[in-house]
Each structure stands twice: as structure tokens, then as C-alpha cells.
């Protein structure tokens, strides 16, 4: 800044000098005293010292509840929840035990290279929202208009250079139907991308770039397509083990969670119904919720569905809702014609559940922490109003309140401006300079998104732009937070009002 200041005193001097002599034009800038390096160099400096002189903004409350959508709870009449990362948030002991099981049964059942045994689990490695390109085996983040963000592409755990990735996709925007299926032919054609939105598949990335790096650096022949298949097969078919694991210690691998209680007891006083819609199995939610919330957990929900199997519990019509019998852990092959508080259910749909209950449409607040299968169709199909679950809202708003941080983007705002604001400057001396600017600028669009996650950044945003996770989520999300508890903080009768964004064209700020 000393350099800036120096710079900055000799105009504003000579400034004065023009002015006491009574000079017409009072520009602060007399151009003809100062080469174009000079010129470029105050108005980076002035810039600098407007943006030191700004407050920054104030701390982001990480427990908040945030509203992409106008939500009244005094409409609200029955709050519904799923299970997994809505209810019971795991340690990480359970990513590793997944990854572990997953890995085994590679080794077992796919008869994987045994060297595949020593690959641990790399926990920071991969976020959840990312796509996986199963023709050309790349793990990439993309953005709210289908962007690939380079420097967050990775062939096994080998970032992919944005000259390279540019090679391969030859645009920087990938078609949609290459993302997401091409559906307006008949038959559709299937989408090369699958996106990982589920918190589940977090230690499946890491399993599948575990795998294709060993691949890779053995100068082994593989198909990402075969890969992505055996390593999501062999996770998922895990996941009855996983389950009876848990089960018999849940305390190593559930973080408690004391106000869950109070606030189903809140909802229960108020008059509000309860049910829970959840893909597991009764004995490993029974476990966990014995721990989170006692051992009468069941008292809370007047409906209690379990291995509902969705997002087919959505969108399917005809599949029977039956009754599970917790003793014989068999479902009953009795035709269900009301449901009834204390008993378990099994499988059926939506429609059933409203059509035997009576609820519907916005009087029900559905909870849950995935955006398709959780969120998409009872938002679009069904009325409902919805509340996501994203349990890394805790690092990702810890890291936007440090100081460094709101500094790094506040100048990266400015910085950018004074770079569109200059580009017309063609001289050498002035090339030099703005190079030096653009420099500055990627080291400040890097820094920014590292601190997040060293290889993808953060969930929600590639650099300035919504990823495809967080579009996903605000489209279908009335209102998001961390953790269930944060709705304890607002009454029952309080309304979320959604803030007013800036678009493009309206004035802006460079603090909001
Ligand atoms: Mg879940």
C-alpha cells in the first residue's frame, strides 16, 4: 500500500497546484503529466483504498434458516421428515466405514486388484454435487448454466489442465443432453453424466478416484463406465451391512442431537402432525432414533413409513402401502385401510398417505437433505412446501464470516470491475499492467474457492455463479439451514421472506 500512497499524493498535489491556479478541467487525474502505467497504477490504488475503506459485511449466522421462497409456518399443519442427513447427522466414522465396506466388496465380489486393499479413505476429497462423466471417467463440477469450473476436473486424483479439459469437451459449456438426457425424442438418449447429489456418495467418489488413479498410474486399461457401476454397486450393496453395523453402536457413528426432542415436543404441543418417510429399514431407524430422541420416539409421529423406497414413493401409483411387523421384522400381507399411530408401515406412496390421511398441498413441510429424491416431486407434483437439510452450510458459512475471506471477495468484486473498466488500454505498458490485474484476479478467484474444499471449492458456487447443485436445491427448497434444530429458533407462526437478489441490470452493491 506504501507504493499506493506515494502515487496517490504525488496527484493529489499536483491536483491542488492545477486547482489553485484556477485550470478548468478539474479531473482529478491531469492526464498529461503521467505515462498510462502511472494512470493504470492510481486508479488501482484508488480502488484499493475504497475497498479498505468499506466495512465488511457482518457475520452470517450459521444456525439461520434461509428462505428461497415466502414460507408462512402458521400454514402449516403437518411436518413430515425423512431420515438419513435430516434427522441423523453421521460422523465421519461412517464415510469411512462405507468406503471401507465398498472397498472389500470390490476386492470380494469384483475381484479388484488386491494392491486396491491398501487405498485409504480421503476424506476432504471430493464434495457432494458434482457430475461424473461415465464415458470419459472424469469427476468435474458445473455450474447453474452447465459450465464446467476449471481447475475443479479430476481424472482419478489428478486435476485435468483446463487446456486438456477444453480438448475433450471442445466448449466450456457441455450440452444439456449430454448432462441431463436428451427427453424431447421419444426415445430418450441417456445422459453421459450422473449427478452425485446424495451425501451417500461422497465416499463413493472417493472409493472410484481411489481406484482409477491405482488404474491409472499401473498404466491399467479400464472403462469408467464398468468402474462407476462396480464401485456404486459395491457401496450400495453395503448398505444392509452399514446398516446392522450402526445399529448395534450408534453413538460411534450418529452426533447426538438433544433438541430434536424438544422440538418434535414443540410441534406435538402445538397441534401439529408428524411422519416420517424414510428408504431405511426399521431396525436401524428405530436405533438411531432411540438415541437421538428416547426410546418413545414413536409417540411424536402419528405415521411412520419405512424402506419407502424413493423417489418412486413420489411418483408411483400403484404400489401397496403395508403394515411391518417390527417382531418378526416381515411386512403383514393385510390390505391397509387407515393409518394408525404406533404401527410401522412399509413401502406404498404418496397418494396413499394422503389420500388415508387427508393432508395435502401447503399444509405440509416436507424436511429433507436431498434435492431429487427428497424434494423434487412433492414440491412440483404435490404442493408441498419443502425445507433441505444441507449439513456443510456449517463449514461453508464459517469459512464466508473469517475476515481474509470477505476481504479476498470483497477485492475480487472491485478488482473485476477495474479490469472491465480499463480493457480498452491496447499500449504495451498498459497490456503489462492489466496482465498483472488478471494475475491478481486468479490468484483471488483460487483462493476463494480453496478454502472451501481444496479440490472442488465450495458446494454452492463456481467462483461468481450458483453450481448445478445449488440451482437444483433452490428450485425445489422453500427454505434450507444446517440441522433441523435451527427451526427452533423461530416460532411456529413465523414466515420466511426470501431476500431480494440483485440481477444484472439493477443497481448493485459491493457489499451484499
Ligand atoms: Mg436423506
Redesign the pocket.
Known amino acids: 500500500m506504501s507504493m499506493c500512497n506515494t502515487l496517490l499524493s504525488r496527484i493529489l498535489k499536483l491536483n491542488r497546484s492545477f486547482s489553485h491556479k484556477n485550470v478548468k478541467n478539474t479531473s482529478l487525474i491531469q492526464t498529461s503529466n503521467f505515462s498510462t502505467r502511472e494512470l493504470l497504477k492510481e486508479a488501482y490504488c484508488r480502488t484499493k483504498l475504497k475497498c479498505r475503506s468499506k466495512k465488511l459485511p457482518q457475520d452470517v449466522n450459521p444456525r439461520g434458516v434461509f428462505a428461497c421462497n415466502e414460507l408462512d409456518l402458521s400454514e402449516v399443519k403437518v411436518y413430515g421428515f425423512?431420515?438419513?442427513?435430516?434427522l441423523a447427522h453421521y460422523k465421519p466414522s461412517l464415510e469411512h466405514l462405507l468406503y471401507n465396506l465398498g472397498r472389500d466388496m470390490l476386492l470380494d465380489k469384483y475381484k479388484y486388484p488386491s494392491e486396491i486393499s491398501k487405498l485409504e479413505y480421503k476424506p476432504d476429497f471430493a464434495v457432494r454435487g458434482l457430475h461424473y462423466d461415465i464415458e470419459k471417467g472424469l469427476l468435474l463440477k458445473l455450474d447453474s448454466f452447465l459450465q464446467i469450473q476449471f481447475g475443479a476436473v479430476y481424472r482419478g486424483l489428478t486435476p485435468v489442465a483446463p487446456e486438456e479439459v477444453l480438448k475433450i469437451y471442445r466448449n466450456r459449456i457441455i450440452p444439456i443432453a449430454y448432462v441431463e438426457g436428451d427427453t424431447r425424442v421419444h426415445k430418450a438418449n441417456r445422459s453421459k453424466m450422473v449427478h452425485l447429489a446424495?451425501?451417500f456418495s461422497v465416499p463413493e467418489m472417493g472409493l472410484m478416484c481411489n481406484v482409477a488413479e491405482y488404474f491409472i498410474r499401473n498404466q491399467i486399461d479400464y472403462h469408467p463406465e464398468i468402474l462407476f457401476l462396480d464401485v456404486k454397486n459395491s457401496v450400495q450393496s453395503c448398505h444392509p451391512i452399514m446398516h446392522k453395523i450402526v445399529a448395534k453402536n450408534v453413538e460411534e457413528y450418529i452426533r447426538p442431537n438433544s433438541d430434536l426432542k424438544k422440538y418434535f415436543q414443540l410441534l406435538q404441543e402445538c397441534d401439529k402432525k408428524l411422519f416420517l418417510v424414510?428408504?431405511s429399514p426399521y431396525h436401524f431407524v428405530n436405533a438411531g432414533m432411540e438415541m437421538l430422541v428416547g426410546s418413545d420416539w414413536r409417540e411424536f409421529f402419528d405415521v411412520v413409513i419405512v424402506n419407502a423406497n424413493k423417489p418412486k414413493f413420489f411418483t408411483e401409483v400403484s404400489r401397496p402401502i403395508r403394515v411391518f411387523d417390527k417382531n418378526a421384522n416381515t411386512h403383514i400381507w393385510e390390505k391397509v385401510t387407515s393409518l394408525e399411530k404406533g404401527i410401522i408401515y412399509y413401502e406404498g406412496t404418496v397418494k396413499q398417505l394422503q389420500d388415508l390421511t387427508g393432508w395435502s398441498g401447503h399444509q405440509v413441510l416436507y424436511f429433507?437433505?436431498?434435492p431429487y429424491s427428497?424434494l423434487a416431486d412433492v414440491t412440483l407434483e404435490h404442493g408441498w412446501r419443502t425445507g433441505a437439510i444441507i449439513n456443510e452450510l456449517t463449514h461453508e458459512i464459517n469459512t464466508l464470516n473469517t475476515q481474509t475471506f470477505k476481504e479476498n471477495a470483497n477485492w475480487l468484486q472491485m478488482l473485476t470491475q477495474l479490469i472491465e473498466d480499463h480493457q480498452e488500454y491496447k499500449e504495451p505498458e498498459a497490456l503489462a499492467v492489466i496482465g498483472e490485474w488478471m494475475a491478481e484476479r486468479d490468484y483471488l478467484r483460487n483462493s476463494t474457492k480453496s478454502v472451501f474444499n481444496p479440490q472442488f471449492g465450495s458446494v454452492f458456487r463456481t467462483y461468481h455463479n450458483p453450481t448445478y447443485f445449488s440451482r437444483r436445491l433452490f428450485r425445489f427448497a422453500d427454505i434450507y439451514t444446517s440441522n433441523i434444530r435451527n427451526l427452533l429458533n423461530y416460532s411456529l407462526t413465523h414466515t420466511f421472506y426470501p431476500r431480494r437478489g440483485v440481477m444484472p441490470h439493477e443497481y448493485g452493491s459491493y457489499f451484499v
Open positions: 425423512d431420515y438419513d442427513y435430516t446424495d451425501l424414510t428408504n429433507g437433505d436431498h427428497d
